[in-house]
């Protein structure tokens, strides 16, 4: 089958379309394309021009080929609130909006954790609900992800699924269901939050003024896959048991694992680990860290010298000579982020990096220092896990990355698939449709077809190792 995979992020989108079968899983056309934002009134997201983006990626990828169904993943946190017209209200907040600082004190830890298995924060969904106004409120009959918003306008139907209900704040994780007391909490109606669909769930097929527009055949499904692109990215790692951790590294990094039993609220009190949920109910264990925002964000601001240049200077000089608290509140959304990051090194060292690449190899380093830092926090709280990590997402395409983790962590990494959350879209699209039997053949088909490198710990040569 060749699934269409929209996959939205919080710094780019990706339109694939993927090929997927018993013996095959290959991406055949990618389109990406920055995500758009509107800072005009708060820092917010040009919503409009994201559908435009959108539907133009859309349209190029389907102009090569058959689409058998589509289906859509996004980030996290970020929402768009609808009229009864179905239009919006407004252009959505962005999460790193300052609007929210301070608002997760509002509520109280373990009531919150007891819910909804997550601790509060202040880019929360039901943090950024606090701070709209009760005529917004009012007015809105519906809540939807970005991501669900972006199906919306394809079909007409409104829903969402389990791993984007659980990111909100306001699921509860025991009954599955929307909790009226939180949404009570943040003056949101019961009616206006979507219906929680089955991953593999036909949400509905594209209006038809969208397949003329795309170019695909009249009633093609959109499936309803794992919307919060994390839980779609953990679908694609290419694990052959179920004892590893893994990182998805991304615009943000999760350190964690999956489980069949969720935490307990007084077990994870103060850890800062959360109980969100995968496919078919499992429960994904991690802590959210800084990932590559950091470094992207650098890099965005030095247009003069080539990243890959950067990436390899500094992958030439010593690891951990310099480093700094990557998990600083005031990493958050700064202004200008390489000043930020020296003053960071310079108050803990009483230094600053002399060039570009020493930031770049303390950015990396700091990072690497916060997740195995998570890691062993990890296992203090749930015990032992695998002797592997599975580092996908963006992180996984930095060879600087794997060697500093695998050997500050003494375990082997595996590095791959870079697009783990588009290929667990196309997947679970598959698997809906019957062309791959569960999650443990996707893992298999993941492990046999896609490019995995592997770093072991304290390598002198430097060298990476290979295998498909």
Request: charged share 20%.
């Amino acid at each position: 089958m060749h699934a269409m995979a929209i996959d939205l992020g919080a710094t780019s989108g990706r339109v694939a379309r993927v090929q997927v079968d018993e013996s095959e899983l290959r991406v055949l056309d990618l389109v990406r394309f920055a995500t758009p934002t509107s800072d005009g009134r708060g820092a917010r997201w040009d919503f409009e021009k994201l559908m435009t983006l959108t539907l133009d990626a859309a349209r190029q990828v389907a102009d090569h080929g058959p689409i058998d169904s589509v289906g859509i993943d996004a980030w996290g946190a970020d929402y768009g609130l609808l009229e009864r017209d179905g239009s919006l209200i407004d252009a959505p907040f962005r999460y790193r909006d300052t609007r929210t600082r301070g608002v997760s004190r509002a509520f109280d830890e373990r009531r919150t954790r007891a819910i909804t298995g997550l601790m509060p924060h202040d880019f929360s969904t039901a943090a950024q609900l606090l701070t709209e106004s009760k005529g917004t409120l009012s007015r809105t009959t519906q809540l939807l992800s970005i991501g669900d918003l972006v199906a919306y306008r394809l079909t007409g139907h409104a829903a969402t699924d389990c791993s984007w209900a659980s990111t909100t704040q306001l699921f509860d994780v025991q009954t599955l269901s929307w909790s009226s007391e939180l949404l009570a909490d943040v003056g949101v109606r019961r009616s206006a939050m979507p219906e929680v669909q089955p991953c593999g769930t036909v949400r509905g097929e594209l209006l038809p003024r969208v397949c003329d527009g795309l170019g695909v055949a009249g009633r093609t499904p959109l499936m309803t896959v794992a919307g919060h692109d994390t839980a779609s990215a953990i679908v694609a790692i290419p694990a052959r048991s179920d004892d590893f951790i893994y990182i998805s590294c991304g615009t943000w990094a999760l350190v964690g694992v999956e489980s069949a039993e969720r935490l307990t609220t007084e077990s994870a009190l103060g850890t800062e680990f959360v109980n969100e949920l995968g496919v078919d109910g499992v429960s994904t264990i991690h802590r959210n860290a800084a990932g590559l925002w950091l470094l992207n964000q650098c890099l965005r601001g030095w247009t003069d010298t080539p990243a890959d240049a950067l990436l390899e200077a500094a992958d030439a000089l010593p690891a951990g000579q310099v480093v700094f608290d990557s998990e600083d509140p005031r990493l958050f959304a700064p202004d200008d982020m390489p000043t930020l990051i020296a003053e960071l090194i310079r108050e803990r060292s009483g230094r600053i990096p002399t060039n570009r690449a020493e930031m770049v190899r303390a950015i990396i380093d700091s990072l690497v220092l916060t997740f195995v830092r998570a890691i062993q926090d990890l296992e203090a709280m749930l015990g032992p896990r695998g002797a592997v990590i599975q580092l996908v997402g963006g992180g996984a395409a930095l060879p600087i990355l794997g060697r500093a983790l695998a050997t500050a962590a003494g375990r082997t990494v595996l590095a791959g698939p870079v697009e783990a959350s588009l290929l667990g879209n196309a997947l679970l699209q598959a698997r809906a449709l019957g062309s791959v039997r569960d999650t443990g053949a996707c893992r298999e088909l993941v492990s046999r077809t896609q490019t995995v490198h592997r770093y072991e710990p304290d390598q002198q040569s430097n060298q990476r190792e290979d295998t498909a």
